[in-house]
Structure formats: C-alpha cells, structure tokens
C-alpha cells in the first residue's frame, strides 16, 4: 500500500513564525502535491513537483514556498505565518508506478493549521 | 481551462436510500474523471476513476458512477445509503495529456446519512 506521512496532525504556530510541513512518501513517485482545504472551497492546488528540486506554483502559491531536495520528501514552508493561512494542509503524491495508475494521487492525513 | 462543478455542497438521505452525487466537468476532450471521499480528520481516499475504458466504472463500498460525455457529467451513486458512506465527497478531473498528474478538484459535497 502507498504510504503518505505528514509529520504533524496539528500545529499552532502564532503570527509572523516561520512554518515547516513535511510530507515523505514511500512508493518512488514523480510527483507530489500540496493542498489547502477550506470549507466551501475545496482543494487548492499550492505548489506541485514532477521531480527532484523541480517545483512549479499551482493556483495559490503566495505566502508560501516549497522544497524538494529528495524524491520521497516535499516540504512546505510559510515563509511568515499568517491568520488566513490557517487551514487544512493536504499532501499527494502519484506516479508512473502501475502505469496507467500514474493520474492517481494518494493522500496523507493532513495537517491543521491554526495561526495565532 | 477545465473546471469542475459539483452541485449541491450537501446532501441529506436516509439509511437504505439512494445516494446520487452529482459533477460535471467542462473539456474539450474526455479527461479521467475521479471520486474521492474524505472521513472526518482524514484524507482522501480513492473511490472510483474513469480512465476511457467502460463507462460504468464500479469502486469500493458499492459506489459506481457513469461517464456520459453528451452531458459532460460523471455522477456518483450508490443503491443503499449506510451510516458509515458519512463523509465528504469529491469529484476531479485530470486533463489526459497533463505534465505531472495533476488534479483540478470540485468544492465537494458533504452527505449525511439519517437512521
């Protein structure tokens, strides 16, 4: 079974603080993905990675950055947290493993965020 | 662009009835089409995709959808509602020729299941 850690189930961090989710994957996939999801809105695309210290922005990309210096692990960072980043932060990965497969993305757990 | 609407933010059956989530999709082509539910405090878990095989595609827990390209829609149904189908929902789309897999999701639709 595909396997997607996040690293923290909640956190609360106050304003202004420098923020760090991880998300490590264990099948060997191409690409990951991060999301927020807020009520109403569904999920929206941050940032994705079809590769190693590839990165390219999704939909809602300000106030946030990502790293990907190993193919298992993809990282989040708000730069300065904010009040309205507070959220549901969802990572996927998906890949050419099972070929046809490749279009699937499987999920961690999330993570909640709460900005003080 | 593509797009994806799902119609209704939340619906409301009793246990033992029909379950009908609705989506559509705008594209020029067929694109693979997804479901996924979401459990209180978890992530999302695949249900069902359509990959251009049978438009009938059958996913876990009884639920099937129907690809019907004239009506560029992509439905969810289930024949009997069980307390546990309680969860959040959502339909995605994913274009056929997309670098790197990505996934276009709708706003989802939260169904609550009553005894």
């Known amino acids: 079974d595909v396997k997607v850690t996040q690293s923290s189930r909640y956190l609360v961090k106050r304003t202004g603080e420098k923020v760090f989710l991880e998300c490590v994957q264990d099948?060997?996939?191409?690409?990951m993905f991060w999301y927020r999801q807020d009520p109403g809105l569904g999920l929206r695309l941050i940032y994705f990675s079809y590769d190693v210290k590839m990165k390219e922005k999704g939909d809602i990309p300000e106030g946030y950055s990502v790293s990907r210096e190993k193919k298992e692990r993809f990282s989040l960072i708000l730069e300065s947290a904010s009040t309205n980043q507070t959220s549901m932060y969802l990572c996927?990965?998906?890949?050419?493993?099972?070929?046809?497969?490749?279009?699937?993305?499987?999920f961690g757990a999330g993570t909640r965020l709460s900005v003080l | 662009a593509q797009s994806v609407t799902q119609l209704g933010s939340h619906v409301s059956v009793s246990e033992g009835a029909l379950v009908l989530l609705r989506c559509n999709y705008s594209?020029?082509?067929?694109?693979?089409l997804f479901w996924y539910v979401q459990y209180p405090n978890q992530g999302l878990q695949l249900l069902l995709k359509?990959?251009?095989?049978?438009?009938l595609v059958k996913g876990i827990n009884g639920f099937e959808a129907e690809f019907k390209k004239s009506e560029t829609s992509f439905h969810l149904t289930k024949p009997s509602a069980h307390m546990s189908d309680a969860a959040e929902y959502f339909c995605a789309v994913s274009p056929r020729y997309n670098q790197g897999g990505k996934l276009i999701f709708g706003q989802g639709t939260e169904l609550s299941v009553k005894p």
């Open positions: 996927a990965s998906s890949g050419l493993a099972g070929g046809r497969a490749k279009n699937i993305q499987y």
């Open positions: 099948m060997d996939h191409e690409n």
């Open positions: 594209s020029s082509v067929p694109p693979y």
């Open positions: 359509y990959t251009s095989a049978a438009t």
